[in-house]
Protein backbone atom coordinates (compact mmCIF):
# COMPACT_ATOMS: atom_id res chain seq x y z
CA UNK A 1 0.00 0.00 0.00
CA UNK A 2 1.05 3.83 0.07
CA UNK A 3 2.93 5.30 2.49
CA UNK A 4 3.72 8.82 2.65
CA UNK A 5 6.21 10.50 4.56
CA UNK A 6 6.41 14.04 5.88
CA UNK A 7 9.15 16.20 7.21
CA UNK A 8 9.79 18.37 9.35
CA UNK A 9 7.60 17.34 12.34
CA UNK A 10 7.58 20.79 13.45
CA UNK A 11 8.35 24.47 12.15
CA UNK A 12 8.76 27.31 13.73
CA UNK A 13 9.35 30.66 11.65
CA UNK A 14 9.08 34.19 12.01
CA UNK A 15 5.78 36.13 10.78
CA UNK A 16 6.78 36.87 7.19
CA UNK A 17 9.66 34.42 6.67
CA UNK A 18 8.54 31.21 4.20
CA UNK A 19 7.32 27.92 4.96
CA UNK A 20 8.35 24.60 3.44
CA UNK A 21 6.45 21.08 4.16
CA UNK A 22 8.11 18.00 2.25
CA UNK A 23 6.08 14.68 1.50
CA UNK A 24 7.38 11.81 -0.40
CA UNK A 25 5.33 8.66 -1.34
CA UNK A 26 5.49 5.32 -2.26
CA UNK A 27 3.44 4.24 -4.79
CA UNK A 28 3.93 5.53 -8.35
CA UNK A 29 -0.57 4.95 -8.49
CA UNK A 30 -0.92 8.07 -7.18
CA UNK A 31 -1.95 10.86 -8.88
CA UNK A 32 -3.78 13.15 -6.35
CA UNK A 33 -2.00 15.30 -3.64
CA UNK A 34 -4.36 17.43 -1.30
CA UNK A 35 -2.93 19.53 1.85
CA UNK A 36 -5.13 20.09 5.10
CA UNK A 37 -4.81 22.50 7.66
CA UNK A 38 -5.73 21.59 11.31
CA UNK A 39 -6.56 24.14 13.85
CA UNK A 40 -6.80 23.23 17.23
CA UNK A 41 -9.89 21.77 18.32
CA UNK A 42 -11.30 21.45 14.64
CA UNK A 43 -11.34 19.10 11.54
CA UNK A 44 -8.61 19.01 8.69
CA UNK A 45 -9.96 21.56 5.72
CA UNK A 46 -8.36 21.16 2.39
CA UNK A 47 -6.14 24.16 1.52
CA UNK A 48 -4.82 23.40 -1.43
CA UNK A 49 -4.44 20.10 -4.00
CA UNK A 50 -2.67 19.18 -7.02
CA UNK A 51 -3.08 16.57 -9.53
CA UNK A 52 0.02 14.67 -11.39
CA UNK A 53 -0.61 16.64 -14.48
CA UNK A 54 0.85 19.65 -13.10
CA UNK A 55 3.76 20.58 -11.52
CA UNK A 56 2.88 23.53 -9.72
CA UNK A 57 0.16 25.04 -8.51
CA UNK A 58 -0.56 28.37 -6.77
CA UNK A 59 -3.25 30.06 -4.59
CA UNK A 60 -2.44 33.25 -3.19
CA UNK A 61 0.06 32.74 -0.43
CA UNK A 62 0.48 29.48 -0.59
CA UNK A 63 1.83 26.75 -3.49
CA UNK A 64 1.92 23.57 -3.72
CA UNK A 65 5.52 21.65 -6.36
CA UNK A 66 4.93 18.14 -7.38
CA UNK A 67 8.04 16.26 -8.48
CA UNK A 68 6.40 12.90 -10.07
CA UNK A 69 10.03 10.70 -11.07
CA UNK A 70 11.36 11.92 -7.42
CA UNK A 71 7.64 10.60 -5.78
CA UNK A 72 7.77 14.15 -3.32
CA UNK A 73 5.79 17.20 -3.04
CA UNK A 74 6.15 20.14 -1.17
CA UNK A 75 4.18 22.97 0.43
CA UNK A 76 5.28 26.31 0.22
CA UNK A 77 3.44 29.63 2.40
CA UNK A 78 5.05 32.55 2.18
CA UNK A 79 5.01 35.86 3.90
CA UNK A 80 3.56 33.26 6.97
CA UNK A 81 1.43 34.82 9.65
CA UNK A 82 0.46 34.23 12.90
CA UNK A 83 -3.17 32.66 11.42
CA UNK A 84 -1.34 30.22 9.48
CA UNK A 85 0.25 28.23 12.69
CA UNK A 86 -1.79 24.68 12.57
CA UNK A 87 -1.22 20.92 11.73
CA UNK A 88 -0.61 20.50 8.53
CA UNK A 89 -0.86 17.32 6.50
CA UNK A 90 -0.26 15.66 3.19
CA UNK A 91 -1.55 13.16 1.82
CA UNK A 92 -1.86 11.02 -1.30
CA UNK A 93 -4.09 8.30 -3.57
CA UNK A 94 -4.56 7.23 -6.51
CA UNK A 95 -8.04 8.39 -8.63
CA UNK A 96 -8.27 5.04 -10.43
CA UNK A 97 -9.97 1.68 -8.97
CA UNK A 98 -13.22 4.03 -8.53
CA UNK A 99 -14.81 4.72 -5.36
CA UNK A 100 -12.08 2.23 -3.98
CA UNK A 101 -9.52 5.22 -3.91
CA UNK A 102 -8.37 6.40 -0.21
CA UNK A 103 -6.34 8.73 1.15
CA UNK A 104 -2.91 7.99 2.61
CA UNK A 105 -1.81 10.88 5.03
CA UNK A 106 1.62 11.72 6.16
CA UNK A 107 1.86 12.70 10.29
CA UNK A 108 1.60 16.04 10.10
CA UNK A 109 3.90 18.84 10.84
CA UNK A 110 3.19 21.81 13.71
CA UNK A 111 4.04 24.73 12.35
CA UNK A 112 4.57 27.78 14.62
CA UNK A 113 4.19 31.05 12.97
CA UNK A 114 5.68 33.47 15.86
CA UNK A 115 4.88 37.30 16.22
CA UNK B 1 -24.79 25.75 6.57
CA UNK B 2 -23.77 23.04 4.32
CA UNK B 3 -21.08 21.19 6.32
CA UNK B 4 -20.21 17.54 7.52
CA UNK B 5 -21.36 17.60 11.04
CA UNK B 6 -20.62 14.70 13.96
CA UNK B 7 -22.62 14.04 17.23
CA UNK B 8 -21.85 14.10 19.88
CA UNK B 9 -18.23 16.19 20.29
CA UNK B 10 -17.10 15.24 23.35
CA UNK B 11 -18.03 11.33 24.44
CA UNK B 12 -16.95 10.26 28.00
CA UNK B 13 -17.21 6.37 28.77
CA UNK B 14 -16.56 3.70 31.05
CA UNK B 15 -14.04 0.59 29.14
CA UNK B 16 -16.33 -2.04 28.02
CA UNK B 17 -19.69 0.24 27.71
CA UNK B 18 -20.99 0.92 23.59
CA UNK B 19 -21.27 3.82 22.37
CA UNK B 20 -22.37 5.22 18.65
CA UNK B 21 -21.28 8.41 17.14
CA UNK B 22 -23.35 10.06 14.25
CA UNK B 23 -22.23 11.35 10.98
CA UNK B 24 -24.76 13.68 8.55
CA UNK B 25 -23.69 15.60 5.17
CA UNK B 26 -25.61 18.01 3.20
CA UNK B 27 -23.04 18.58 0.45
CA UNK B 28 -24.88 16.06 -1.38
CA UNK B 29 -21.74 13.55 -1.59
CA UNK B 30 -22.09 9.78 -2.29
CA UNK B 31 -19.23 8.36 -0.41
CA UNK B 32 -18.61 9.25 3.40
CA UNK B 33 -15.13 8.40 5.39
CA UNK B 34 -14.29 7.29 9.22
CA UNK B 35 -10.97 8.46 10.19
CA UNK B 36 -9.13 7.49 13.84
CA UNK B 37 -6.87 10.28 14.28
CA UNK B 38 -4.80 9.32 17.51
CA UNK B 39 -2.86 11.38 20.58
CA UNK B 40 0.19 11.52 17.73
CA UNK B 41 -2.41 13.48 15.34
CA UNK B 42 -2.11 10.47 12.97
CA UNK B 43 -5.15 9.97 10.43
CA UNK B 44 -6.13 6.65 9.88
CA UNK B 45 -9.05 5.89 7.21
CA UNK B 46 -11.44 2.97 9.40
CA UNK B 47 -13.95 2.39 7.25
CA UNK B 48 -15.41 4.11 3.59
CA UNK B 49 -19.28 4.08 2.48
CA UNK B 50 -20.30 4.56 -1.37
CA UNK B 51 -23.82 4.57 -2.19
CA UNK B 52 -24.80 3.21 1.51
CA UNK B 53 -22.36 0.54 0.57
CA UNK B 54 -18.86 -0.62 2.96
CA UNK B 55 -16.28 -0.19 0.03
CA UNK B 56 -13.44 0.48 2.67
CA UNK B 57 -12.78 -1.35 5.72
CA UNK B 58 -8.99 -1.43 7.32
CA UNK B 59 -7.82 -3.75 9.63
CA UNK B 60 -10.38 -2.42 12.31
CA UNK B 61 -11.15 -4.47 15.36
CA UNK B 62 -15.08 -6.13 14.89
CA UNK B 63 -16.36 -4.02 18.01
CA UNK B 64 -16.68 -1.29 15.51
CA UNK B 65 -19.23 -1.33 12.89
CA UNK B 66 -20.20 1.45 10.50
CA UNK B 67 -23.56 1.98 9.29
CA UNK B 68 -24.91 4.24 6.57
CA UNK B 69 -28.46 4.27 6.70
CA UNK B 70 -28.53 6.44 3.43
CA UNK B 71 -26.18 9.04 1.47
CA UNK B 72 -26.30 11.42 3.43
CA UNK B 73 -25.40 9.28 7.23
CA UNK B 74 -22.62 7.33 8.28
CA UNK B 75 -22.83 6.31 12.32
CA UNK B 76 -20.26 4.44 14.08
CA UNK B 77 -21.16 1.84 16.57
CA UNK B 78 -18.37 0.79 18.92
CA UNK B 79 -18.71 -2.27 21.79
CA UNK B 80 -16.55 -2.94 24.38
CA UNK B 81 -14.79 0.10 24.33
CA UNK B 82 -11.10 -0.47 25.16
CA UNK B 83 -8.90 2.54 26.63
CA UNK B 84 -6.77 2.19 23.18
CA UNK B 85 -10.08 3.51 21.82
CA UNK B 86 -9.57 6.77 22.99
CA UNK B 87 -9.28 9.03 19.92
CA UNK B 88 -10.75 11.72 18.11
CA UNK B 89 -12.82 10.20 15.30
CA UNK B 90 -13.52 11.98 11.73
CA UNK B 91 -16.03 11.82 9.61
CA UNK B 92 -15.29 12.98 5.50
CA UNK B 93 -17.35 13.01 2.79
CA UNK B 94 -16.93 13.23 -0.81
CA UNK B 95 -18.56 13.44 -4.64
CA UNK B 96 -16.83 10.50 -6.13
CA UNK B 97 -19.34 10.37 -9.28
CA UNK B 98 -18.34 13.42 -10.68
CA UNK B 99 -14.50 12.69 -10.47
CA UNK B 100 -14.36 15.27 -7.58
CA UNK B 101 -11.77 13.35 -4.91
CA UNK B 102 -11.44 16.07 -2.39
CA UNK B 103 -13.09 15.25 1.14
CA UNK B 104 -14.54 17.54 3.49
CA UNK B 105 -14.32 16.33 6.99
CA UNK B 106 -16.11 16.94 10.09
CA UNK B 107 -15.45 18.63 13.29
CA UNK B 108 -14.29 15.31 14.90
CA UNK B 109 -15.65 13.40 17.97
CA UNK B 110 -13.40 13.29 21.21
CA UNK B 111 -14.08 9.83 22.94
CA UNK B 112 -12.55 9.57 25.93
CA UNK B 113 -12.48 6.10 27.73
CA UNK B 114 -12.30 5.32 31.18
Known amino acids: GENVEQHPSTLSVQEGDSAVIKCTYSDSASNYFPWYKQELGKGPQLIIDIRSNVGEKKDQRIAVTLNKTAKHFSLHITETQPEDSAVYFC??????????????FGKGTLLTVNP | DTAVSQTPKYLVTQMGNDKSIKCEQN?????MYWYKQDSKKFLKIMFSYNNKELIINETVPNRFSPKSPDKAHLNLHINSLELGDSAVYFC?????????????FGPGTRLLVL
Open chain 1, 91 to 104: AASPTTGGSNYKLT
Open chain 2, 92 to 104: ASSLWTSGQETQY
Open chain 2, 27 to 31: LGHDT
